[in-house]
T-cell receptor, first 113, second 113 residues
Framework: KQEVTQIPAALSVPEGENLVLNCSFTDSAIYNLQWFRQDPGKGLTSLLLIQSSQREQTSGRLNASLDKSSGRSTLYIAASQPGDSATYLCAVSGGTSYGKLTFGQGTILTVHP | DAGVTQSPTHLIKTRGQQVTLRCSPKSGHDTVSWYQQALGQGPQFIFQYYEEEERQRGNFPDRFSGHQFPNYSSELNVNALLLGDSALYLC????????????FGSGTQLSVL
């Protein structure tokens, strides 16, 4: 059974800092890994998707890496801004799951001015 | 291009009642998945519909059922509501393969009193 863990559970940083969010998963037989952003009481916005054959994806100030063999992914946020405050969720899709995602519990990020 | 739309946005029910939630997938998508997200947790997979059939199911009781219509829209039905069913219910759509990015709706917040 796939299990996804995110560390830290919460993170508070001053504006401008670079930061790293961590995600680990127990079964390396994945199709892809996605990072999502969720604002309070809202749905999920996909930030980055990394296919199992890829090592990283970049979008603006965001960079996500994937090490499938060790079951780890990191989301790097450069020059954080107060608008980045949200919950960040990592999810993996794998095996015969036809796109079923297994999520971590998320990291609550607060960026203060 | 409309994204994934869900209705209603909020719903209040009492224990023992039945509820129906609705989802319209993103244009061009034919697969709909439903997730339950309890407060402070990551989303949990309920089931997925493709070609009007339930393709796979998570660890949820039979009180949770669904349907997909020929236009790919979907309904989630929950019978005999329990207090523990209070959660944000998220619908996600994709184009049917395990490699596709999932797009989420804004969710339906269900409160069971």
């Amino acid at each position: 059974k796939q299990e996804v863990t995110q560390i830290p559970a919460a993170l508070s940083v001053p504006e401008g800092e670079n930061l790293v969010l961590n995600c680990s998963f127990t079964d390396s037989a994945i199709y892809n890994l996605q990072w999502f952003r969720q604002d309070p009481g809202k749905g999920l916005t996909s930030l980055l998707l990394i296919q199992s054959s890829q090592r990283e994806q970049t979008s603006g100030r965001l960079n996500a890496s994937l090490d499938k063999s060790s079951g780890r992914s990191t989301l790097y946020i450069a020059a954080s801004q107060p608008g980045d405050s949200a919950t960040y969720l990592c999810a993996v899709s794998g095996g015969t799951s036809y796109g079923k995602l297994t999520f971590g519990q998320g990291t609550i990020l607060t960026v203060h001015p | 291009d409309a994204g994934v739309t869900q209705s209603p946005t909020h719903l209040i029910k009492t224990r023992g009642q039945q509820v129906t939630l609705r989802c319209s997938p993103k244009s061009g998508h034919d697969t709909v998945s439903w997730y339950q997200q309890a407060l402070g947790q990551g989303p949990q997979f309920i089931f997925q519909y493709y070609e009007e059939e339930e393709r796979q199911r998570g660890n949820f009781p039979d009180r949770f059922s669904g349907h997909q219509f020929p236009n790919y829209s979907s309904e989630l039905n929950v019978n005999a509501l329990l207090l523990g069913d209070s959660a944000l219910y998220l619908c996600a759509s994709s184009s049917g393969t395990a490699y596709e990015k999932l797009f989420f709706g804004s969710g339906t917040q269900l409160s069971v009193l």
